[in-house]
């Protein structure tokens, strides 16, 4: 039974060694390594005994061993930060499915800060764990910046945004997202949008802006004074507070789903009808968006693409010499529900 002899009975249960597997099934400890590490020298019927011999015992292989045993620990690393914001959460949601369905252990280390020294110290802290490569959710300045400076010899992949040319890289197209929402409402007949952006910081809230700004160019409507939150409703609510004091405004579009739900909020608080007399589009899809009252316009990113792409593009780095510049986009796309129409005439 795995009880070491002259146990005491109901005592704890000593954990079974790579021996007593050996022992019980009646082969070597190389034969249990062997069927350990998917060798093809073992016969099915010598498989089937130590598989047997290990079910028995509840024997757990040691990580650190197979690791020193295969050069390999199965084991991936991903540098995350404060996931409950939707996009990042789901993201490290798809990576761990992802990683999970081609047979990848995930270790996550999760940062406060994404300052330099924070995201440096994660990978040190991974690679002292022994992972096979490291996924960095990386959507601030800060952290690419710390990126640039990773050690060469680790493959590495950078998610959701991240330097060009320096490191592998699979982000969704911010810029193609936020020029769709604008234009969606100027073909709807608005003659600008506002924009409640995102944290300066976030290459994603500058990336969108920079959409919003180009498609409003490009149809030659005037450009409104940028108004920037903080990703949260209650940054939306505020912002909408203020945006329903300014004269003339009719479409807005929200950097993310949660601060188009302040803004809502804001607008039923003074009467105003959506979409009737005030049109608005989100971005992300997160999945409360269309229960929103009306249900929220807005624009969908594929985290499980992003998630399954990171994967096999860190897979890929992982078989590779040499750290490449390869950059995955995952295209997002626009969810027409009821938030946004023509302009009150």
């Not at 390594?33 to 011999?53: C, I, W």
Request: overall charge negative; cysteine-free.
């Amino acid at each position: 039974s795995g009880q070491p002899r002259g146990a005491k009975p109901g005592a704890r249960r000593r954990a079974a060694v790579m021996a007593d597997v050996a022992q019980l099934a009646g082969v070597s400890h190389q034969t249990v390594s062997r069927v350990l590490n998917d060798s093809a020298r073992v016969r099915p019927e010598t498989v089937e005994r130590v598989l047997s011999a290990m079910r028995e015992l509840d024997y757990m292989p040691n990580p650190v061993a197979r690791a020193l045993a295969t050069g390999r620990s199965r084991t991936l690393g991903v540098v995350s930060f404060d996931t409950t914001l939707y996009g990042p959460a789901s993201t490290l949601f798809a990576i761990e499915r992802a990683a999970h369905e081609e047979g990848y252990f995930i270790s996550i280390v999760s940062l406060e800060s994404l300052d330099q020294e924070s995201v440096l110290s994660a990978v040190e802290r991974l690679r002292g764990q022994g992972v096979d490569g490291i996924l960095v959710i990386a959507p601030q300045e800060a952290a690419v910046r710390a990126v640039l400076d990773l050690p060469s010899g680790m493959p590495v992949v950078s998610v959701e945004a991240g330097p060009e040319e320096a490191v592998p890289v699979v982000a969704v197209d911010q810029f193609a997202g936020a020029a769709t929402a604008t234009r969606h409402l100027l073909e709807l007949g608005h003659r600008t949008v506002w924009h409640v952006a995102g944290p300066e910081d976030w290459l994603e809230a500058q990336q969108r802006i920079e959409g919003w700004r180009s498609a409003l160019e490009e149809a030659g409507a005037d450009i409104p004074p940028l108004l920037s939150g903080d990703w949260s409703a209650r940054s939306g609510y505020e912002l909408g507070q203020r945006l329903v004091t300014v004269r003339d405004v009719t479409a807005v579009f929200a950097a993310n789903d949660q601060m188009a739900l302040g803004i809502l909020r804001a607008l039923h608080e003074v009467g105003r009808e959506i979409p009737r007399q005030f049109s608005l589009v989100g971005f992300d899809d997160i999945p409360e968006a269309q229960f929103f009252t009306p249900p929220l316009t807005t624009v969908r990113q594929d985290f499980g693409e992003v998630g399954r792409q990171s994967l096999m593009l860190l897979l890929a780095e992982m078989m590779s010499d040499d750290r490449s510049s390869a950059r995955v986009v995952v295209e997002p796309s626009l969810v027409v529900r009821d938030s946004a129409a023509a302009p009150p005439s």
